[in-house]
């Protein structure tokens, strides 16, 4: 039997000749101003974007986008596209949604149709011209539009960060000021609201260490009931009750917030990034 301490392996030559062989590696070149995806390269990922699914083309011209992100901005106009895009095909205005009375909801299908998103049918019916599974494209590009707009943000929507063990994408992530900021997006009801997206939501924040995080429910439904308590669940011991700061924006931690869409969605946000700002700033003298 021979002796493991004689066996002999490869040779320095022969490792350096191996070396010399092998291809060169990959370089991925950032487009310049792209300090989000930046974020994510220095963070150890590469990031690829998806692409959204959306109820309009993707290279929608600049004044009908602006005129959609203002529709978009109504609560009652994305609860109403929401439901039209739920009846997956024809649909009469009042079955898009119950909460809309039915003239206003065909007055929301002609705008619609003025957008260019639907068409007009026979028997007062109408039909979306780019069907889509749900509306959570939709509000992860108005939300981005918004942070881009009237924050100046750098924003980068349905990120996929290939992170080891952590599935899902990042919805809407942004930068600015040197600081990275992660919003989870949901556009269905708290009721629907799985422990299992809220553990997949961990993982992701935890993988991506942003600098803050904020989980947005586009809903005008209380969050105390049921949203709140699956997130505490998650978050790791010690445990502090949430801090509401204003209307349905909570604070679990000063780095991790919860809003819901009461009055305005938008504004909500942008409380909670005031308020995360604010204690990643130095104290006061």
Known sequence: MSDPLQQKGPTAQDQERHAAEA????????????????????????????TLDLPFPPDVDEVLAERLAERLSHYAFRLF????????????PEEASKYVEAARATEMSEELV?????????????????????????????VARELRGRLGFDVAVGVKFHA???????????????RL??????????KHLAPDEVAAFFR????????????????????SDKVLPLLQAELSAPVQEPRRILREVWALTPYLYVVNAKQDLMANVGIAIAEGWRALSPPPP
């Open 204 to 223: 992701r924040v935890r993988a991506l260490r942003p600098h803050l995080a904020i989980f947005v429910m586009d809903t005008a439904l209380r969050l």
């Open 164 to 178: 080891p063990e952590v599935g899902g994408d990042l919805d809407v992530v942004a930068a600015a000021e040197g």
């Open 114 to 142: 003025t957008l260019g998103l639907a068409a007009r049918e026979d028997g007062g019916r109408y039909r979306l011209l780019y069907p889509v599974r749900n509306f959570g494209g939709t509000l992860e590009w108005y």
């Open 181 to 190: 900021l992660y919003l989870e997006m949901k556009s269905s009801p708290p």
């Open 81 to 92: 596209l929401r439901g039209a895009i739920l009846r997956r095909g024809s649909f009469l």
């Open 23 to 50: 291809p060169p590696p990959q370089r991925t070149l950032l487009q310049p101003g792209a300090e989000v995806l930046t974020m994510l390269v220095r963070r150890g990922f590469q990031p690829t974007l998806a």
